[in-house]
C-alpha cells in the first residue's frame, strides 16, 4: 500500500537506473539507524511456518522464496533485503575485478507487460569489496548466495581463472555459490554453457571448492550453475547431462531471455535481457524439463516472472524446490514476499500438502 501509493509512483518517475541505486544505497544506509531494521521487519518480514520450511543441499531455509541475482551486486544492503523476509538473499554477479558495466541508459521499465529490459554487463566493485562488506555483516538472518561471473575482458579460454578468482576472496563468506554463465550481456559468456567448455568450468570450478573447503575445513560448499532460458530442448538435455555428471549442486532457471515475443512496451525494442511477466511461462517450461531429465534428482531453483504465489506454486509444481524474484519487487514492492508466501501456503494447504517439499515435482507424479 505504502510502496504503491507513496514510493512507487516517485521512483518510477526517476531514471530506473537511479531509482535502483536509490533504494538499495538507501536501504544499505537505512538500517544502521537504530530501530529502523526492527520497524522493517514489522511491516515486511514473513511469519514462520514449519509447513513452508525446506532443507537443500544441506541448508536450512524458512520458506521457498528468495532475492534474486543483480538487485544488491555489491552485497550494500543484505541487512535491508532480509528485513524483507526472503529465506536467502543472491547476491552479486561480481567479478575478481571491479568494473563500470555497459554505457548508460541500461535499464529500461516495460510496465504495460510488467517488465525490465536490462543490459547492466555486470557493473560491480569487484570480489574483495563485497568480501569486505560480507565479513562486517552484523547479522545474517537468510542464507547467502553469492553469485560469481567473469570480467569483461577476460576471453572465455581464461573464464576458469576468474570464477576461481572469485572463490577465493569469497569462499569464507557465501553459503552456497552461483555460477553464472546465462547472462546475456557479456559478449560470449552463454558459450559457456555448452559441451567441453562447460565441462572444464565446472571441473575448474570444483576444484577450487575443493581446495578453499580444505582450507577452511567442513564440507564443499554447495554450487549452483545459472542457466539461460534461451536453449532448445537439445541444448538443455546437453547442458543437465554435463551439470549431473560434472557435480553441480543443484541448478538456477533461469537467466533472463533475449525473445521479445508478445511485448507491447515501447521499450521493447531495447537490446539486453528480458525479466518479468513475459518470462514466467517459458523459465516454467526450463524447469519441467530439468526435472523431467534428471527424475527430479538435480535441485532446481526458479526465477522468471514470479508475481504471485500462484507464479511460484507453478514452479514447485514443475519441478523447483526454491524460487527467486527481482522484478516483481520492482512493480509490487517489498510486501510482495510476504503476499507470495502467504498464497503459497493456501496453494498447497488447497491441494492437500502437509510440507511444500511434498510440492516440488507434483506435476510429474
Ligand atoms: C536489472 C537486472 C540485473 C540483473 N543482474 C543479474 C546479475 O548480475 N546476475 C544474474 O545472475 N542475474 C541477473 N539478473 C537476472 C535475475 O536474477 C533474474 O534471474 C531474472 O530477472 C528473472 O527473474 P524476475 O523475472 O523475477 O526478474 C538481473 C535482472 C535484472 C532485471
Not at 526450463?286 to 516472472?305: E, F, Q
Request: proline share 6%.
Amino acid at each position: 500500500m505504502l510502496y504503491r501509493k507513496v514510493a512507487k509512483p516517485i521512483l518510477f518517475r526517476m531514471d530506473p537506473e537511479q531509482a535502483h541505486r536509490l533504494t538499495v544505497h538507501g536501504l544499505g544506509k537505512a538500517v544502521r539507524v537504530p530501530g529502523v531494521l526492527p520497524l522493517m521487519r514489522s511491516f515486511w518480514d514473513v511469519k514462520d511456518d514449519p509447513r513452508l520450511e525446506t532443507e537443500l543441499f544441506g541448508i536450512r531455509f524458512r520458506h521457498p522464496v528468495g532475492l534474486a541475482a543483480g538487485l544488491d551486486k555489491d552485497a550494500v544492503a543484505v541487512e535491508g533485503f532480509a528485513s524483507m523476509g526472503f529465506s536467502f538473499l543472491e547476491v552479486g554477479t561480481v567479478t575478481p575485478v571491479g568494473q563500470p558495466g555497459n554505457d548508460r541508459p541500461r535499464l529500461f521499465r516495460l510496465p504495460e507487460d510488467e517488465a525490465l529490459i536490462n543490459r547492466m554487463g555486470f557493473n560491480n566493485e569487484g570480489a574483495e569489496a563485497m568480501a569486505g562488506r560480507l565479513a562486517r555483516l552484523q547479522t545474517r538472518r537468510a542464507p547467502i548466495a553469492v553469485n560469481i561471473g567473469k570480467n569483461k575482458a577476460t576471453p572465455n579460454e581464461k573464464a576458469a581463472d576468474d570464477y576461481r578468482a572469485c572463490l577465493r576472496a569469497l569462499y569464507p563468506h557465501g553459503d552456497f555459490f552461483v555460477v553464472n554463465i546465462s547472462s546475456p550481456n557479456t559478449p560470449g559468456l552463454r558459450q559457456l554453457q555448452h559441451g567441453e567448455e562447460l565441462k572444464a568450468l565446472l571441473r575448474a570450478v570444483r576444484e577450487e571448492i575443493a581446495e578453499q573447503a580444505l582450507k577452511a575445513g567442513g564440507r564443499p560448499k554447495p554450487i549452483v550453475v545459472k542457466i539461460a532460458p534461451d536453449m532448445t530442448e537439445a541444448e538443455i538435455e546437453q547442458t543437465v547431462g554435463v551439470l549431473a555428471e560434472g557435480g553441480a549442486d543443484g541448478i538456477i532457471a533461469t537467466n533472463t531471455t533475449l525473445s521479445r515475443d508478445g511485448l507491447r512496451s515501447p521499450n521493447r525494442t531495447q537490446e539486453g535481457g528480458l525479466s518479468g511477466r513475459p518470462l514466467a511461462a517459458r523459465s516454467t517450461e526450463v524447469i519441467r524439463a530439468i526435472w523431467r531429465l534428471t527424475g527430479g534428482k538435480l535441485p532446481i531453483i526458479g526465477s522468471g516472472g514470479i508475481f504471485d504465489g500462484r507464479d511460484a506454486y507453478d514452479k514447485i509444481r514443475a519441478g523447483a524446490s526454491l524460487v527467486e524474484i527481482y522484478t516483481s519487487l520492482i512493480y509490487r514492492g517489498p510486501g510482495v514476499v510476504r503476499r507470495i508466501v502467504a498464497e503459497l501456503s493456501e496453494l498447497m494447504a488447497r491441494d492437500g500438502f502437509r510440507r511444500i517439499g511434498d510440492a516440488v515435482g507434483a506435476d510429474h507424479r
